[in-house]
């Protein structure tokens, strides 16, 4: 499968088109933001650790009955996917408390919540990615109630299994950001799942082995990607 032309570069990708329509290739850059692009900088090896990361997870994803966009991981960097329509919205799953959600409600960040949260951002740099709750979604004809109710179902199964494998990995899921597609009227899972957009916790040290390191400026960024991908075991390529 061969890169036809730039479809879209992002953040962290590139978009490439593919003979076949129904085909795109993501090429994963060693860029970093923060703070909706204020904050620019390098994390060398990240491209290859986040597409090879995700494509992984996606795998068990799949066999655990939630559909997503990977048709096959092509190189370090670069991954065959479906071409989905992006629906509008970050999806944002919390088990413990962090970040923004701490910063909102005074908490100390690393509190175990009773049951998991979900919460929706509407997917918009200009606006700085607005929280929004499933009524807005539906009165701006973002997503249908059926499009949510299968983002939200997925979404939940996607904490299950993430939060058991990051377990036998000796690993906390805090917290994690997914997007979902459609594709020929179907919703499934795309982007990726990364150290990018979750948080990642050494379950003993709680050390933070995920972006919070760049965000914050905490050193070690490099490190803390290699050792989530190294715990992965998938690092000696067949
Ligand atoms: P938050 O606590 O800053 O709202 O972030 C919640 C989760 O979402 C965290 O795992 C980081 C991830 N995330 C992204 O993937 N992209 C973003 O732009 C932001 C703000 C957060
Ligand atoms: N992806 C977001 C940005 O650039 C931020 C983040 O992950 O914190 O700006």
């Not at 799949?62 to 065959?80: C, F, I, Y």
């Not at 910063?103 to 740099?125: A, H, Q, R």
Request: proline share 3%.
């Amino acid at each position: 499968m061969e890169k036809k032309e730039l479809l879209y570069e992002g953040k962290a990708k590139k978009v490439y088109t593919t003979e076949d329509p129904d085909i795109l290739i993501v090429s994963y850059k060693d860029d970093a933001t923060a703070f909706n692009g204020l904050k620019k900088g390098t994390i060398v090896g990240k491209g290859a650790i986040n597409n090879r990361m995700t494509n992984h997870i996606f795998g068990l994803l799949e066999k655990e009955g939630v559909p997503t966009h990977l048709v096959k991981e092509l190189s370090d960097r670069e991954t065959a996917v479906k071409k989905v329509e992006i629906v509008p919205l970050e999806v944002i799953i919390r088990n413990f408390s962090a970040g923004s959600f701490a910063k909102k409600m005074g908490m100390e960040e690393g509190i175990k919540f009773k049951c998991p949260t979900l919460e929706f951002s509407y997917k918009n740099d200009d606006l700085g990615d607005p929280f929004i709750n499933s009524y807005y979604a539906l009165a701006l004809g973002l997503a249908t109630q059926e499009e949510i109710d299968a983002i939200t179902k997925y979404a939940f199964k996607v904490n299950e299994v993430m939060q058991k494998y990051f377990a036998s990995l000796n690993i906390e899921l805090i917290d994690f950001k997914i997007e979902f597609g459609r594709y020929h009227g179907q919703i499934i899972l795309a982007d990726e799942v990364s150290p990018d957009t979750c948080r990642l916790w050494d379950k003993d040290t709680h050390e933070k082995l995920d972006k919070d390191r760049f965000r914050r400026d905490l050193g070690n960024v490099e490190d803390a990607y290699q050792e989530v991908f190294r715990r992965l075991g998938i690092a000696d390529r067949e």
